[in-house]
């Protein structure tokens, strides 16, 4: 099945599966493959066209971001040189939709860890607890329902490398089993109560919370600040802070509560009822600059 795009209609596969808002994709040879819930989706981009098996266009417009008015949110975060430089570096980058169990987990296992380390936390977790999809040549996992986790030890978890977040993530899967949570409704909250639904969780702190509320519940608003962002923060908008606060935090790893709460609200306020694309193209940006 094919999507065609356009000039008015930009999207850049690549940029958008590796900039570091999803963690269980793969590209081998032309194709990507990644599996969301319980289908293997393969998906291409050549030229105008994007080509994909296993989903209907619904799904991978929904999805992939496909919906978003790419060009009008460009417009509206354009607020200055250094996020129009961002935007055009990483051009086509488009915010995911995920399933927002998956991506719960996923950000809880990311605390303090690289994007190659929750790689492989992720793949082990599904090698072990999930079911194998044997695909065009390839094994393949599905993620772990709650149900799944809820009746794994901890001890279990650990041994897929999670370390302390094993706790976490055991503890989270039963909260969202024994009271058989639906995550997806989160949706229908505003931002502000949604993401108060969230850190109830163990391992969810504002960051976390933040990241799954934009990669996965539709809230754009959401600015998530890990140490990218900061750098960010600090080196170009230092004015919109007092001196003192820039000097506090510019050499600190990890950001107090209190702290996080100023960056990401400035975020958000800046950039408007887009800013986590705001927030994207510069994490990408400095990234790819350092």
């Known amino acids: ?29 032309q194709w990507w493959y990644g599996v969301v819930r319980e289908k293997i989706i393969k998906i291409r981009h050549i030229d105008d066209k994007l080509e994909f098996k296993n989903i209907d266009k619904n799904f991978a417009k929904n999805y992939f971001g496909l919906n978003d008015d790419l060009p009008k949110i460009v417009s509206q975060i354009s607020k200055d040189k250094h996020i129009k430089a961002a935007v055009e570096a990483s051009k086509g980058l488009r915010i995911l939709q995920q399933d927002p169990w998956e991506c719960l987990i996923s950000y809880i296992c990311a605390t303090y ?103 996965s519940l539709g809230k754009l608003e959401a600015f998530p600040v890990d140490v990218w962002v900061k750098r960010v923060i600090v080196k170009y908008y230092a004015d919109y802070f007092p001196k003192e606060f820039i000097e506090k935090i510019s050499d600190k790893e990890s950001l107090t509560s209190s702290e996080y709460v100023k960056l990401s609200i400035f975020g958000r306020r800046y950039f408007g009822e887009y800013a986590g694309y705001a927030q994207e193209h510069l994490y990408v940006y400095e990234r790819a600059r350092f």
């Open 113 to 215: 860890k690289n994007i190659s380390a929750i790689k492989q936390m992720l793949f082990n977790i599904s090698k072990k607890f999930g079911d194998k999809i044997h695909f065009d040549g390839y094994d393949f996992y599905t993620f772990p329902t709650p149900e799944k986790l809820a009746r794994t030890t901890a001890e279990e978890l650990a041994r897929c490398g999670l370390g302390y977040r094993a706790q976490y993530v055991s503890e989270t899967a039963k909260m969202i089993y024994e009271n058989n949570c639906e995550l997806e409704s989160l949706r229908n909250l505003s931002y502000e109560k949604a993401k108060e639904e969230l850190i109830h969780f163990p391992g969810v702190g504002s960051k976390v919370a933040d990241c799954v509320l934009l990669f």
């Open 1 to 29: 099945m094919n999507i065609y795009l356009s000039h008015s209609y930009p999207f850049n596969l690549d940029v958008t599966l590796c900039c570091g808002q999803v963690f269980r994709w793969d590209k081998k040879g």
